[in-house]
Nanobody
């Protein structure tokens, strides 16, 4: 059994910074891609940033230059540093991981429970 456990988030003023972290817990698995998505009220879930096992990164245009995704020393952890936050960054942020369980030939997308980020004065 694999779980993605998130931490971080909260309320911050415009222009401020927040950090999110996510760790895949359990045993007998290999993590490939890890990343962050977000969903604002009334909108679809969208990719924020993604990091491949080879450490290639993808960012949404709206966060380029402000957000940074990075792996921890363990390949099953990922961090998202968010700087220069804007009110439009307000959303529930979800950790995502493409993970293959031991003995399986293909991976599966796993999701964290989501953490609220609110940017407001």
């Amino acid at each position: 059994q694999v779980q993605l456990v998130e931490s971080g988030g909260g309320l911050v003023q415009p222009g401020g910074s927040l950090g999110l972290s996510c760790a895949a817990s359990g045993s007998g698995f290999t993590v490939y891609h890890m990343g962050w998505y977000r969903q604002a009220p009334g909108k679809e879930r969208e990719l924020v940033a993604r990091l491949t096992r080879g450490r290639d990164t993808n960012y949404a245009d709206s966060v380029k230059g402000r957000f940074t995704i990075a792996r921890g020393n363990a390949t099953n952890t990922v961090f998202l540093q968010m700087n220069s936050l804007k009110p439009e960054d307000t959303a529930v942020y979800f950790c995502n991981g493409y993970i293959r369980l031991l003995g399986e030939v293909a991976g599966t997308n796993y999701w964290g429970q989501g953490t609220q980020v609110t940017v407001s004065s």
